[in-house]
């Protein structure tokens, strides 16, 4: 059974950076496309970052400059490493994992809040 466990959440003041990590583990596969979405209180959910496997890297205008994804392919594992934390950054934050074969997967979710 695939799972991915995300960590790395937590309460930082504006201006602050933190990183969240997002282990796959199980029978993935391929792996074709690795991003993290963010659903901020009574929005929807919006991408934030994306990784095509040996091709494109996608940011959200709004975290653009801010925001970096990385992946460690031998631990299966990518990131997302957020500096000059804004209050509008606060939100839940989802890995997404898409096999070549389609299959899309999910973490539970950590919570990022930006507040003085």
């Known amino acids: 059974q695939v799972q991915l466990v995300e960590s790395g959440g937590g309460l930082v003041q504006p201006g602050g950076s933190l990183r969240l990590s997002c282990a796959a583990s199980?029978?993935?596969?391929?792996?074709?496309?690795m991003a993290w979405y963010r659903r901020a209180p009574g929005k929807q959910r919006e991408l934030v970052a994306s990784?095509?496997?040996?091709?494109?890297?996608n940011y959200a205008d709004s975290v653009k400059g801010r925001f970096t994804i990385s992946r460690d392919s031998a631990k299966r594992t990518v990131y997302l490493r957020m500096n000059s934390l804004r209050p509008e950054d606060t939100a839940v934050y989802y890995c997404?994992?898409?096999?070549?074969?389609?299959?899309?997967?999910w973490g539970q979710g950590t919570q990022v809040t930006v507040s003085s």
């Open positions: 997404n994992i898409v096999t070549s074969w389609g299959d899309n997967y």
């Open positions: 990784m095509k496997i040996g091709g494109l890297i």
């Open positions: 199980g029978s993935i596969g391929s792996i074709d496309l």
